[in-house]
T-cell receptor, first 118, second 114 residues
């Protein structure tokens, strides 16, 4: 079974600064996908960034980038130039490569609350 | 293009009752997944429906059941409610097989069991 661990319950960052969220996972799979989702107070889960395990290049989406270390099973998220609207709960999630028993099954960590202050 | 919608927004039930939660997929999406998110925790996968058939299930008892309709909207039914069923229930829709296609989440239904 896979597990996803987020060891930082809460992180505070000032506007325009950079914050890095950590995520580790445990799996025996070789092919899988990793995600960071954002859940603001509105509760709607929003995909921030996605990484395919077979790709060595780290994914980036505007101010969001990841540091994917496959051997260490680590998948951290960096938020650059933080904005007030980035305040939310951030979840790291894992999904096995498509097999009959893994369809669409995201396994989430416990989340990290990010608070951006003026 | 409308997003994923869920109803009701909030619901209060008593232990032993039954509840039905509803989800309307984003236009054109044929896959729906349901998740349970207890307070202060990450979502837990309940099950997924693809073209009206259940094709994946998490570690939830049979009293959690679902349906997907021809228009790809979906229902989550929970029988014999327990206090631990109190949670935010999220549905997510996508077209085809994830993760090739992004899952879009609804705002959730907050269920409180007294």
């Amino acid at each position: 079974a896979q597990t996803v661990t987020q060891s930082q319950p809460e992180m505070s960052v000032q506007e325009a600064e950079t914050v890095t969220l950590s995520c580790t996972y445990d799996t025996s799979e070789n092919n899988y996908y990793l995600f960071w989702y954002k859940q603001p107070p509105s509760r709607q889960m929003i995909l921030v960034i996605r990484q395919e395990a077979y790709k060595q290049q780290n994914a980036t989406e505007n101010r969001f980038s990841v540091n994917f270390q496959k051997a260490a099973k680590s998948f951290s998220l960096k938020i650059s130039d933080s904005q007030l609207g980035d305040t939310a709960m951030y979840f790291c999630a894992f999904m096995k490569h498509m097999t009959t028993d893994s369809w669409g099954k995201l396994q989430f960590g416990s989340g990290t609350q990010v608070v951006v202050t003026p | 293009e409308t997003g994923v919608t869920q109803s009701p927004t909030h619901l209060i039930k008593t232990r032993g009752q039954q509840v039905t939660l509803r989800c309307s997929s984003q236009s054109g999406h044929n896959t729906v997944s349901w998740y349970q998110q207890a307070l202060g925790q990450g979502p837990q996968f309940i099950f997924q429906y693809y073209r009206e058939e259940e094709n994946g299930r998490g570690n939830f008892p049979p009293r959690f059941s679902g349906l997907q309709f021809p228009n790809y909207s979906s229902e989550l039914n929970v029988n014999a409610l327990e206090l631990d069923d109190s949670a935010l229930y999220l549905c997510a829709s996508s077209f085809g097989q994830v993760p090739y296609n992004e899952q879009f989440f609804g705002p959730g239904t907050r269920l409180t069991v007294l």
